[in-house]
């Protein structure tokens, strides 16, 4: 069975980090794209950043380049996200994702885990 | 980057009805378009990719069609679990990017 298992989120004041993690299993995570992909409260879904397979290729949102980076290692199965000079704007749950072949649709998603940005 | 926009943004319908979902792209995405139902608390739902390829074990009342700009999602005879909100997503870029989502109700 494939599950994604994302822990790290929390409350964190604007400006300050944080580093979520996806535990992954049921699947061969070293031979998959993932993603990470956000939702504000009562909001629609906003994907965020991908990593390929073996972490040679890594793509963002405008919106968070230069302050977000996506990482994996394929040891411990498992992904990251480091956000840095978090602002207001970046309170979300945010899903962890595994990408299909061929047309990179999520197939697979984790439960989330809310990440809340406030002073 | 890509644009994606959903129509209508919500629609009210009834059990039985066949409902369809709108979703066109700012320019040309070729079939890379996929399909999500999200349910509230819920993770997204992969429910078609590849403009017209349904996932393993979605129900066959779900279906896409489109190519290059414009894209529907047809649900055929709507049921009660199907009740939810809808996403379009295009993957022909490296920026990846999703509509803004059509709510279905009651």
């Known amino acids: 069975e494939v599950q994604l298992v994302e822990s790290g989120g929390g409350l964190v004041q604007p400006g300050g980090s944080l580093r979520l993690s996806c535990a992954a299993s049921g699947f061969s995570f070293s031979s998959s794209w993932m993603s990470w992909v956000r939702q504000a409260p009562g909001k629609g879904l906003e994907w965020v950043a991908n990593?390929?397979?073996?972490?040679?290729?890594?793509n963002y949102v405008d919106s968070v380049k230069g302050r977000i980076t996506i990482s994996r290692d394929n040891a411990k199965n498992s992904l990251y996200l480091q956000m840095n000079s978090l602002k207001a704007e970046d309170t979300a749950v945010y899903f962890c994702a595994r990408e299909s072949s061929g047309y990179f649709a999520a197939d697979y998603w984790g439960q989330g885990t809310l990440v809340t940005v406030s002073s | 980057d890509i644009q994606m926009t959903q129509s209508p943004s919500s629609l009210s319908a009834s059990v039985g009805d066949r409902v369809i979902i709108t979703c066109r792209a700012s320019?040309?995405?070729?079939?890379?378009l996929n399909w999500y139902q999200q349910k509230p608390g819920k993770a997204p739902k992969l429910l078609i990719y590849g403009a017209l390829s349904l996932q393993s074990g979605v129900p066959s009342r779900f279906s896409g069609s489109g190519s290059g700009t414009d894209f529907t999602l047809t649900i055929s005879s709507l049921q009660p679990e199907d009740f939810a909100t809808y996403y379009c997503q295009q993957t022909y870029t490296s920026g990846l990017s999703f509509g803004g989502g059509t709510k279905v109700e009651i």
């Open positions: 990593i390929k397979e073996d972490g040679s290729e890594k």
């Open positions: 320019q040309s995405i070729s079939s890379y």
